[in-house]
């Protein structure tokens, strides 16, 4: 293990003790793919699972294992209607598994995610009877304001730009702030406990995921 690794791993020993403290789990693996062989061996076989449409999911190869497994896949990009939309959310809130990544996490055990429409971020702090994040070490910052400082200068430009979204930081790279009618940090969401003892569960990976 090179000196980097860890550190890294020393680092998420001491994220999984304070994330204990706020009644979330936590795990740590080196690689993504060790990752995603324990969270397909938590999950039973024909479990209803659902996902925020997270990078991080689609990086670390999660996606794929969940796509060639045995369960009920809800995808909300199934939807082609505003009804169709509205009907799988309502299955999506009750689904056995939900996964997802956060924007950032902190050395402190405090997970930071911005939301546009507020799906994501309400499936992670009701619903789902369980949560799973899997949160490359990229996206561990020191405290709070640090975080929500990495979210909008950082992931929400390149998200704007994947999503090909017409707002000020998907042309400068940077937050300004905007309010404009695309903007999708419409939703500050700051969870420092679980009121449900083990239904959150961080997946944390060594390597680097997601923006």
């Not at 304070?18 to 936590?26: A, F, I, T, V």
């Not at 299955?91 to 050395?107: F, G, H, P, R």
């Not at 709070?144 to 930081?169: D, E, K």
Request: charged fraction near 20%.
């Amino acid at each position: 293990m090179s000196h980097k690794s860890t550190a890294l791993a020393k680092q998420a020993e001491a994220i999984i003790k304070n994330l204990e403290k706020r009644n979330m789990e936590g795990f740590y693996f080196e690689t993504a793919a060790e990752c995603t062989r324990a969270v397909l061996e938590t999950i039973p076989h024909g479990s209803v699972i659902s996902w925020g449409g997270s990078e991080s999911i689609k990086e670390s190869g999660l996606m794929d294992g969940i796509h060639s497994g045995n369960y009920k896949l809800i995808d909300r990009s199934a939807a082609t209607t505003p009804e169709e939309s509205r009907a799988l959310y309502a299955q999506i809130v009750l689904s056995d598994y939900y996964l997802m990544s956060s924007n950032a996490i902190t050395l402190d055990g405090e997970l930071i995610n911005i939301d546009g429409n507020g799906n994501r971020v309400a499936c992670l702090i009701q619903g789902p009877s369980h949560v799973i994040l899997v949160v490359g070490m990229n996206k561990v910052v020191t405290d709070v304001t640090s975080g929500i400082a990495r979210v909008r200068n950082m992931a929400s430009p390149a998200n704007a730009i994947r999503l090909n979204r017409n707002i000020p930081c998907a042309a400068t790279g940077t937050c300004h702030d905007c309010l404009a009618p695309e903007c999708f940090c419409n939703q500050i969401v700051v969870t420092r406990r679980s009121g449900h003892i083990g239904r959150i569960k961080v997946y944390l990976v060594g390597e680097s995921l997601g923006y």
